[in-house]
């Protein structure tokens, strides 16, 4: 398939702290001739990592959970979702990024990051690429007093079970896509855990 692509145009409609919203028409030439273009909202923003920290032998894995207004919007819920955030300017990798997050968000420090992969988290909307990993951790020693949370953070820790983590995903009850990915690898490479 040799289909050719080309921007047409990108239009800056919103500045916001995390990115921007741009209008962008693309054009698509099909090999048998056929146009087809396309104008859609694109939210700019920078790439993000997301980890499952998992303790082998206590067979527990921590999440976090916060206010998410879309969420609220949609359901009047809150939901459990894996530790994540963007790739800061000063981050020296994409695996001290998830160092960082993990210290911020859970209060624990991981040393051994077993990377999942990189994925589009809505690849309609978003430029973002989300970098998955999984990291071991020991129970009781998350430090939340050491947590330095965003100012529009207000993260709530869950220690969960990994029984509890299979049965929501037998269930189909896991809504964060990001955790839904690393659980499934979790119980994939690391059946010992459950």
């Known amino acids: 398939m040799s289909d050719r692509h080309k921007l047409l145009s990108r239009e800056t409609l919103c ?16 090999d048998d001739g056929r146009e087809h273009v396309i104008s859609e909202p694109i939210w700019a923003d920078r790439d993000s990592i997301a980890v499952l920290p998992y303790d082998a032998e206590k067979k527990t894995v921590l999440l976090v959970r916060q206010m998410r207004t879309a969420v609220y919007l949609r359901d009047q819920a809150l939901i459990l ?16 990024a998830c160092r960082r997050e ?8 991981l040393d051994a990051l077993e ?13 973002e690429k989300a970098n998955l990993f999984l ?4 129970s ?23 029984k509890t983590i299979k049965k929501w995903l037998d269930e189909g009850n ?18 010992n855990v459950f």
């Open 140 to 162: 009781g020693q998350q430090h939340p007093e050491d947590r330095h949370q965003d100012e529009d953070e207000d993260i709530e820790v869950v220690e969960v079970s990994t």
């Open 174 to 191: 896991i809504r964060c896509p990001r955790l839904l990915i690393l659980a499934q690898a979790l119980m994939s490479r690391h059946a």
């Open 15 to 30: 500045i916001l702290d995390k990115g921007t919203i741009d209008l962008t028409t693309v054009q698509t030439v099909h």
């Open 102 to 109: 993990a210290e911020e968000e859970l209060g624990v420090s």
């Open 115 to 127: 990377k999942v992969g990189q994925v589009f988290i809505n690849p309609a909307r978003m430029v």
């Open 81 to 96: 979702e894996a530790c994540a955030g963007g790739i800061e300017a000063t981050d020296a990798s994409v695996e001290e």
């Open 135 to 138: 990291a071991p951790y020991q």
